[in-house]
Structures are given as structure tokens and as C-alpha cells.
């Protein structure tokens, strides 16, 4: 019988990926269960089972879930469906093996992965419908894989379903409050964890409600998770109600790179000009704040960014708190007072963004994809390596802050996204040039030049693209062509930065014609 609804199976290799599920699929097939498998591609089929069900693959985009942008909602109502079609045929149950790799698609895919995991947990409990989610180890960054953890019950192992202790109930989960998550772990330690759960309420009970919590010090992209009151009193219940938590308090989507969008939980987006106001200071705001971090920043810091010719303090601090006033109704519209708004506050003359806690912000994830993309290509594994630059070059749809407009961006008194926004666009160029030698080395030329040139559009004198495209040209018997690229790397590189080609380039050049 099976009694894992809901479990994730972190595998390295197609053995170890079908070892670990098939305890799973013989039980699902004695309780007359069916299984089927969701995935884009066809997988190897499990060694150790008599038959592999002719019509046992699932095509991920038959579900949604490779629809650009994903919904959640869609995806769960047709898995939901999928479940009653199946016992309608006679079925005891389905079994799904997800493979979730589907999520690496598209940008919404990875920014809504626990919100996901969470609606799929929900319709386990509700359901005839079990899932393992598949986990290909190598491609996920930590993040992803953190998420995994706290959304699953149960982690798969050689000896089958082991309960795990870091899963927290979807409502948890999705709650801005750290809080709510610490209560669901106090409490899942069973009888004599009163104590301390009662030792946190009355800790929350005597925090001030805009006590400022987050790392000492403040970096790039450090959320201040907002505070919270404390929920003491007559008949304490240490899980209750959490589902009924504001809708405000959900995960927020951050979109830095391109042009800055922020989504809230329900996938709305943030409309910056509800309120009369410029909109480009306001959005301008939101971005230095974001960059602040738990440190905040002074009002007069923040005037002197926005108004640098103002003709006096005075002046600029007015115009200040109106852009504060508009950033506070862009985040919360529904407010009566500005002055009320839980994610923009002030405390001792300085400025927070105390945003959703788990807030998602793509910075952080693109790096990691990308890194890891980085570490497999030097272990020569090429497709896994080509997995995650993808969905890294998904998630970078521009230079940093796109449209804040230049005299903010690159202010040269402080510089908080100039640098910043130059080394990323530096991580992207390197990643796109090593797309183009990957597509190069699978026999691929038409996906290596597409990607190549698109590193010289950006920055012309990138020597590696260069170097990559005479390559391609080589291997498709094009000499013209491979001589035509080397003249132009000589002129972009005499043009812009008053130099001759590197000898690497020179050399390989000579190889290749001769």
C-alpha cells in the first residue's frame, strides 16, 4: 500500500533515478495503482520491471507545464483531472513520476516551483493522485533544492520512503512570516515541545511590531523579512490559522534583470503610477532600497540620489516623502494611509523594504544556474551543463534595472548598480560563448553561430566568440568565412580597445587555415 502521497526522489544517474522508484511503482501496481511517468523526452525505461507500459510517458506539455508564462492553477486542474480519469477506468489511484526539469523552461517555471509543490501537495491529501517528484541532482541549484525539501513529507531512499523531518505544511511554507515555519518544526517534535512553543509566542508578543530583523549587515538583494504580531492569547493553537494568512503576506516575484517587475503572490503585477507621482523616481526608490538591503538608507541619502540639483535639502526631502508616499500605495494599493504600508517603513531617520518573506528574486538563481552550468562543463558533462546555462539565459532578459534611466543608475557618488549590472552582463557574454562551444561540440553549428554572434552584438571585442565562430566555420568546411571572422575580430579589436588579436587567437586562426 502506498502510504508516501506525496515524496521527491535527488538522483545523479538513470540507474539510481529508476532504483529509487521502483519500491514505489510495485507497490502502486499491488494496490492496483497506475503509474505513469510526466517528462519532456522520452526516459530509459526502469531495467528492473517486466514492461515498461507502452503508454506509461506523460508529454510535460500536455499538462502546462511548459507553457510560458506557467499557471499553477492550471497545472493542478488537469493533473486533478488526470487522477479522476484514471479511477473512472477502473483504477485503484495514479502514481506520477514527475520529472521536474519541466520547471527550468521558462522563468515562471523556477520562480513559482514552491508554489507549485505546495498546490501539488494539497491535491495529494484531497486526491486519488500520489506524485514523486524527480529530482536530477546535478542541474538544480541549492535554493531549488531547499524548497524541495520543505514541500515534500517524504524523501525517497534505497530502502523506500523515509519521512522527513524539514517538510512544512503548504500553508507555512507560503507564509511571509519565518515564524509560522519555526511553530510547524517546534511542533512536529512532538509531545513536550509546548514549552518552546510557548516560549516563541511569548517572544513574539514582545516584539515591536516594526522591529528590524535581517542580516547585520546589509548586501545586495537582502530582504528585511516584515514583522509580524504575535498571535498569543486564550486558546493558543500553534498551526492555527495559518491558511487564513493575508494574501499580502505571500511570496513576492522579483524581476531585476531587464526592465524591474515585480509580481505578487496571485501573479499580478505592480502598477507603479497608482497614485500621481514620477514613476521612474518611484521605481528608481524600490531598486536602491532592494540594493540597501537590511541596512536601509537615510532620507537624505536617498534625496541626494533622486534630486542632485535640487535647490535646497529642504526641497528634495519633500519631494522624497511623496515618492515615498507613491512607492508605499504602488505596493498597497488598498491602503487608507500611506503611513500603514507593512513593506516600505521608517525607523530612526532611514528607510526599509520589508518585503514577503522567501520574497523570489531572479539575481541570485541566475548566478547559481549559471555557476553550476560552469562546473559541470569542466567535469565534461556537456548536456547537464547545457541544462543550466538555458535556464540561466531565460531568467537574464536584460542588464540590470533596465530602465532606471542613466543619472541613477551610474551615479558615481555611490555606486550601487553600475558595477553590479557591468559584472552581470559579463557573466552572461561568457555564458552565451560557452553555449556556442557546447552546441559547437554536439555537432550543432547553426545554435554555435546563433550564440556566438549574439556575444559579439553585445560586446564586440568578446576574443573567446570570436575564436568560437572560426571554429564553426572550420568545421563546415568554410574557409571564406573563417578568414572573413578573423578580419573582423582584428578591426572590432583595433576599433575599440586599440590592440591586435591575442596570441591564442592568432595561433588558432593559423592552425585552421592551415
Known sequence: MLTDHHSCVFFSSEDQRWDLCMPSIR???RAGIRWRHVAQEPASPPHRTAAFPPDALIDAAQLGMCDVPISVNAIIARLRLLAEETVRAGHAGLLLLIDMTWLLNTPSGIAHHGEF?????????????????????????AALMLDAMRTHPYVQSAEGPRRNPHFLPPAAFLSSDPTDKLRCWLTSLGPGAEYFIEALASQEGARRPTELEGS????????????RASRRGAGFDPLASLSEAPASRRRWKIRCLGNLRIYREDGTPVRWNVVNGATIKTKTLFAYLLHCGSKGASAEEIADL?????ESTAQ??????HTIHCLRMALSPDLSSSRDSPFVISNDHRYYLALPEGTWVDIPIFEQFSRRGEKLLRENRLEESLTCHLAAEKLYTGPLFADIPVEYAENMERDWCWSRRYWLEEIYVKMLSTMATIFRQQGNIERALSYAERVLVID??????????MRAFHAIGRRDALERQYKLCCGALKRYEERAPSANTRVLFQRLVS
Request: net charge negative; aromatic share 10%.
Open 27 to 29: 507497490a502502486a501496481e
Open 117 to 141: 509543490e505546495a498546490a501539488l501537495h494539497e491535491l495529494t491529501e484531497t486526491s486519488h493522485l500520489h506524485a514523486l517528484c524527480l529530482y536530477h541532482l546535478p542541474i538544480f541549484p
Open 216 to 227: 547585520a549587515a546589509g548586501t545586495l538583494f537582502s530582504l528585511l523579512p516584515e514583522g
Open 306 to 310: 533622486l534630486w542632485p540639483d535640487a
Open 316 to 321: 528634495s526631502l519633500n519631494r522624497l516623502y
Open 460 to 469: 564586440p571585442c568578446f576574443e573567446l566568440a570570436h575564436q568560437e565562430l
